[in-house]
């Protein structure tokens, strides 16, 4: 569980997301503050997204195509029928 919570994705979202809060302090909310966060969101859901296809193709489920995981998702499979439990 933990590669997944600590690979780079998650770590940048969570910093970004820190700076976006500290940002915050004695500062309007801007259309410019509304567009990082929503930047930030979007930042955290490919994150997310990325994570959950990881896992999925690990596990031997389908990957769907448009995903940067899809190329290795045969690989990923392979080294999850060779490892024992």
């Known amino acids: 569980m933990r590669k997944y ?17 500290r940002g915050l302090r004695g500062e309007q909310f801007t259309w410019r503050v509304g567009l990082a966060w929503l930047s930030w969101g979007i930042t955290l ?3 997310v997204g990325a994570i959950v296809d990881t896992r999925r193709a690990s596990t031997g ?22 490892s024992p439990r």
Do not use: C, N
Request: proline share 5%; net charge positive.
């Open 5 to 21: 919570l600590f690979g780079t994705g998650i770590i940048s979202a969570i910093v970004s997301g820190v700076g976006l809060l």
């Open 45 to 47: 859901a490919l994150a």
């Open 61 to 82: 489920h389908l990957v769907d195509a448009d995903s940067p995981i899809a190329p290795k998702a045969e690989k990923l499979l392979k080294r999850r029928v060779q």
